[in-house]
C-alpha cells in the first residue's frame, strides 16, 4: 500500500513539474534539483550533479531522463514508470489540446502574421545561447572545427545527425585510444 | 498509406529520434526535422517552426512536443478520423520515450561503474562539442526562405538575438515578436 502510495507521489511531483515549466527540458533541471534534493532529500547534491552529467550523456529529453533516474532510484522499475508518465503527461495533453485547435486556425490571417513575427525569433532563440553552450561544453580553440565541421556537413551537405553521434563516438574513443598508447596513461578524454 | 504503416513509421522514426538525440532540446532539432520534414513530409517546414514556438511557450521538453503534435497531425493529415490521430500522438511520445528509459535505467543500476568510467568519458570527448554544432546546424536550417520572408524577418531576428543573449525570457520574446509579426504583416 504505501509503495502506491510512494509511486503516487512520484507520479504527482513529476506531474506538477511537466505542467509548470515552461520553455524546454533545460528549465526544469533547477526545479527537479530543488524539489528532489533540497524539499524532499531524496538525493544529496553530489548525486544529483552526478546524475545530471550522465542524463546529460544519454540520449532523450534531459526532463525524461533525470525523472527516468529519480524513480529508478527511489521506488525500483514502478518508481521510474511513475516518474516517466508525469514528467510526460503534461505536455502531451496540452500539445493534443492545440494540435486539434491550432491546425484549424493556421490559415487564419492573423495567426498567419503573427507566426510570420515568431518564426525569425525562434531562430534567433536557439542561435543565440551557442557561445555560451560551447564554452561550457569545453570547446577551445583547438577542437571549435568538431562543431564547425558538425554544423557545415548537416546543413550543406545533408548529412544524418545519427550518423554524426556515431562518427563523433567513434572518434572520441580512437582518440583515447591513441593517447593511451603513445602516453600510457589511463586519462586521456582532452 | 495504410494506417497500420503509418503508424509504424511514426514509431520507428521517432525511436529513432529518441535514440540518437543526444544533447536533448534544440540539439534534437536536426534529427527531429530531417524525419518529420525532409524524409517523411509529415509537417511543413513552417510547422515545424512553429512547433518549436509553441514548445517555448508551452510545458516540456521540445522531443516530447513535437511528437506529440508530429503523431496528430500526421493522422489527421491523411483524412483518419481524430480518435486515430490522439493514438498517433501516443505512439510517437512513448516510441520518442523508450530509449531514455531503457537507457537510464541502465544507467541507474550501473550509475558509480559509469561514473568515472574513462571508455564512457572518450566517448563523449567529442559528441559534447559536436552537439553544438547540431544545434547550429538547426539554426542554419531554419533560416530559410519560408521563415525568413522579407528584411523585416532579420530585423526581427538581429533584435530577438541580441534580447536573448542579454538574458531576456524567451517567452516575453516570443509574445513580443508575435505582436510584431501582427503589425508587420497583418493584411489591414
Known sequence: MSGIKHCWELFLLFFKIGAFTFGGGYAMIPIIRTEVVHKKGWLIDDEFMDMLALAQSMPGPIALNTAVFVGRKRMGFKGSLSTAAGIILPSFIVILLIAMVFTQFKDNPVVESVFKGIRPAVVALIAAPLLGLGKSAGVKRSTLWIPVAVALSVWLLKVSPVIIVLVAILLGILHFVYLKRITGKRDGTD | ?188
Open chain 2, 1 to 188: 498509406m495504410e494506417l497500420i504503416d503509418l503508424y509504424l513509421a511514426l514509431f520507428l522514426s521517432f525511436f529513432k529520434i529518441g535514440l540518437f538525440g543526444f544533447g536533448g532540446g534544440y540539439a534534437m532539432l536536426p534529427l527531429i526535422q530531417r524525419e518529420v520534414v525532409n524524409l517523411h513530409g509529415w509537417l511543413s517546414i513552417n510547422d515545424f517552426t512553429d512547433i518549436v514556438a509553441i514548445s517555448q511557450a508551452t510545458p516540456g521538453p521540445i522531443a516530447f512536443n513535437s511528437a506529440t503534435y508530429v503523431g496528430y497531425t500526421a493522422v489527421a493529415g491523411m483524412g483518419y478520423s481524430p480518435g486515430y490521430a490522439v493514438l498517433g500522438s501516443a505512439i510517437c511520445t512513448l516510441s520518442v520515450s523508450i530509449p531514455s528509459f531503457i537507457l537510464m535505467t541502465i544507467v541507474t543500476v550501473s550509475f558509480f561503474r559509469l561514473k568515472n568510467n574513462p571508455w564512457m568519458r572518450a566517448s563523449l570527448s567529442v559528441l559534447k562539442p559536436a552537439i553544438i554544432g547540431l544545434i547550429a546546424s538547426a539554426a542554419l536550417m531554419l533560416m530559410n526562405g519560408h521563415n525568413f520572408v522579407d528584411y523585416k524577418s532579420w530585423i526581427i531576428f538581429a533584435v530577438v538575438f541580441v534580447a536573448s543573449f542579454k538574458k531576456v525570457d524567451p517567452i516575453l520574446l516570443i509574445v513580443l515578436a508575435g505582436i510584431a509579426g501582427f503589425f508587420l504583416y497583418y493584411p489591414f
